[in-house]
């Protein structure tokens, strides 16, 4: 899911790991279904003809997909829309972060880079158990409550949200907007 969000080497960048494999889905596509993964050369010798495991599929190669993929590739080269992604992750981190303090409501306000999620509690979320002690219900009436006005998130609080390079600062702006109205009615 970080692959080509966070930048040229997703998380793996980010945080300074040297994975043995990467895994990419429809994001190296540019949305279209394919998917790629790479790795460390013992690692990838193990697939034919070199090694005994074989991959292939329907979709592999599609010409669609590999057109759309080096447009998107050729899009983030500059590092412009990675600078412009995080920008407007901040800056939506910091709305929602400000409307919900004013509406009153717990919410931890999970964000890196263009990706984000929200939990409804006091507590800080750092893994499975402390998401797992949220408000789902409150999630529930937050996500219908941005429905009903025109803002589609994810609809569980478990699914991380993703800001594009089609978003503005003012999509950003009224997506805080309208997430300051709603906090009130929870």
């Known amino acids: 899911m970080t692959g080509f969000r966070l930048g ?25 279904p394919v998917g790629a993964f790479g790795g460390r050369g013992e690692i990838m010798d193990c697939l034919a003809p070199l090694g005994p495991v074989y991959q292939a599929g329907t979709l592999s190669g599609n010409p669609l997909a590999m057109a759309a993929g080096l447009a998107a590739l050729e899009e983030l080269r500059d590092g412009r829309v990675f600078q412009h992604l995080e920008q407007l992750g901040a800056q939506l981190e910091a709305g929602m972060k400000t409307a919900a303090s004013r509406a009153g409501v717990a919410v931890q306000f ?20 402390d998401a797992m002690k949220s408000d789902r219900a409150k999630f529930a009436k937050f996500f219908h409550g941005m429905l009903d006005s025109g803002i589609y998130l994810a609809p569980s609080q478990f699914e991380a949200g993703f800001l594009s390079a089609a978003h503005s600062s003012e999509d950003v702006d009224q997506t805080v907007e309208t997430a300051g109205k709603v906090f009130k009615t929870l």
């Open 110 to 129: 999970q964000r890196i880079g263009s990706m984000f999620c929200g939990y409804f509690t006091h507590a800080p979320v750092h893994n499975v158990a």
């Open 8 to 32: 040229w080497g997703g998380a793996q960048e980010w945080f300074g790991i040297k994975p043995d494999l990467s895994c990419f889905g429809k994001i190296i596509g540019g949305g279209l």
